[in-house]
């Protein structure tokens, strides 16, 4: 079983691990700063580019589960993100397809990280057509303290990150290429946002992550 964090609007190699293989995600997690749960990858017209949502500083992040991280609603977070996608993807062949599904997370105010990235993940999953879904932990899974189970966990709550220091080797996710925004300027640039292969490619979408996949390391 992979263990997964609860990421914001998580790339393609996340979604392959959600649609292609037993997954836990553990909610109870501590939070960590500049990582994908609070930030995503799409292209724009500079090139790959990242957005982040504002959460409030606490005390002491590295003590502070992802259940209870919230929002900071005053930078105006929302606006900013839905206006870079909608400039990023507008002519996309499928953004009219997909929009109105996931326009109402950037109008609604949220508290918690938590029920925003839930939100859209299960509203990812539904567009993909996947019939596997994720389980949700009860409590901070620590692999030191799992002495039956640990062996049954695949850990990727690190090794999924935008920093190169702590990615590691996935010998489990090719990614495949497919037609991007402003393919014409740049290169194709893989492991984005989901939502990127969403607006791009549409109902081909889950056949892509699916061969992005491999059963066998």
Not at 18 to 29: G, H, K, Q, T, V
Not at 157 to 175: G, H, M
């Amino acid at each position: 079983m992979n263990l997964l964090y609860l990421a914001y609007l998580g790339n393609v190699q996340y979604y392959s691990k959600l649609c292609c293989s037993e997954c836990s995600i553990d909610i109870y997690e501590n939070y960590v700063k500049q990582s994908y749960r609070n930030r995503c990858e799409i292209m724009t017209a500079g090139g790959r580019t990242a957005l982040t949502v504002n959460v409030v500083k606490p005390g002491n992040f590295s003590r502070t589960p992802l259940r209870d991280v919230r929002i900071d609603n005053s930078k105006r977070w929302q606006h900013i993100h839905w206006q870079a996608i909608v400039s990023s993807y507008a002519n996309s062949p499928y953004f009219d397809y997909y929009a109105h599904l996931f326009e109402p997370f950037y109008r609604k105010e949220y508290v918690y990280l938590y029920d925003l990235n839930r939100g859209l993940m299960e509203t990812v999953i539904g567009i993909l057509g996947s019939t596997r879904r994720p389980v949700f932990s009860d409590r901070y899974i620590d692999l030191r303290m799992e002495t039956g189970d640990a062996g049954k966990y695949t850990d990727y709550r690190s090794a999924i990150s935008p920093k190169a220091r702590l990615k590691r080797e996935d010998t489990r996710f090719v990614p495949e290429p497919y037609w991007q925004v402003f393919s014409d300027r740049f290169p194709f640039e893989e492991n984005l946002s989901v939502i990127d292969l969403l607006f791009c490619e549409g109902p081909a979408a889950g056949d892509i992550i699916r061969r992005s996949y491999r059963d066998v390391p």
